[in-house]
């Protein structure tokens, strides 16, 4: 698979599971999409008997309290996108549609390696068009008290920094940097699971989240030890799956991004904020094509999802 061309699956998948947040069944089906269609979400089971087409982009964002929310709760709202998408952005797939027949997205392990072992039986392919990149061209950087997060340009790839700072001594103070590829992300990324402290459980149920977490899905951590009888995958789980979070949230970009990105006690707010911030000044970016090929027009930089509507049409 060449990495300059556009790719998608070469089959639907299916996956069952229940939402960490609320508890619900949900089940999905990944199928494959056209050349330059990206990632989108096709919510099915509505109240009102109507479909609702979301697009996988940062200007759908609704809610980044405690997971990624793309979409309207009244006219249709998809949650926890975020592992999914990190998967598909990992494992480098342009085009995807996602089936899911409910608002939230099953947690299953509570990290990406059961969508990319559901990937990878299907297999990945090319769809005969040049990929396109976000490259960044100026340093942008968005802060929140001592947490920041910034997007810097490099001459190719896509690089991660992330340092997490946790009160908790279990958590403590980590820091990972590391280039993206499809074998890293499988390797060092993809199995890092989601992870929450004992003592905040009681005030997320009374906020109506964590209703579906348990020790299946994720990390549980006391003040001195992790609470999981098989403990933890990676000695640095902690910061992997911030990394995992990462990826996801900034695939929300609607092309993969050639660039560095670098934050400090960031989560999913400050990961959509910084792309709000990147595509703020057209100035900060440029849409390239895979070399060999021209660079795209202005009038076709701006088309690429970045003036998408949060909902389409009722299907």
């Keep these: 698979m060449r990495s300059n061309q556009q790719t998608t ?7 069952n599971g229940i939402g960490v947040h609320s508890g619900n069944p949900a089940e999905i089906t ?28 940062h200007a759908c964002v ?26 598909l952005f990992g494992l480098g797939i342009d085009n995807a549609l996602v089936e899911i027949d409910g608002p939230e997205m099953p947690i299953l392990d509570g990290s990406a390696l059961p969508f990319v072992k559901a990937i990878d039986k299907v ?5 005969g068009v040049p990929r396109r990149w976000i490259k960044i061209l100026r340093h942008v950087r968005i802060e929140a008290g001592e947490a920041f997060a910034e997007l810097r340009p490099i001459d190719r790839g896509f690089r991660l920094d992330v340092e997490i700072d946790f009160a908790n001594p279990v958590i403590g103070r980590s820091r990972k940097a590391m280039d993206l590829s499809a074998a890293a992300y499988r390797r060092e990324i993809a199995g890092a699971r989601t ?42 789980e902690f910061v992997r799956h911030k990394i995992l979070d990462a990826v996801g ?8 991004i050639q660039g560095a990105y670098r934050s400090y ?45 949060a909902f389409a049409a009722e299907l």
């Design 30 to 57: 990944i199928r494959p999409a056209p050349a330059n269609n990206g990632i989108a979400f096709l919510r099915t089971g509505m109240p009102n008997g109507n479909d609702r087409l979301i697009q996988a982009h």
């Design 249 to 256: 949230d900034l695939a929300l970009a609607g092309l993969p």
């Design 265 to 309: 006690c960031g989560g999913h707010r400050m990961n959509v904020g910084v792309l709000t911030a990147l595509f703020a000044d057209r100035a900060n970016y440029a849409i390239v094509e895979a070399p060999g090929t021209r660079r795209e027009t202005a009038l076709a930089e701006f088309g690429v999802g970045l003036g998408i509507a």
């Design 62 to 87: 609704s809610a980044t309290e405690l997971c990624t929310v793309i979409g309207d709760v009244e006219s249709g709202a998809v949650a926890t996108i975020e592992h999914l998408m990190s998967a």
């Design 9 to 15: 699956l070469k089959g639907a998948v299916t996956l």
């Design 195 to 236: 992870f929450g402290m004992m003592k905040d459980v009681e005030r997320y149920w009374k906020a109506g989240f964590a209703l579906g977490a348990s020790l299946e899905n994720t990390v549980a951590v006391g003040e001195t030890a992790v609470v999981n009888p098989e403990g933890l995958r990676f000695a640095d």
């Design 123 to 127: 297999g990945i392919a090319g769809c």
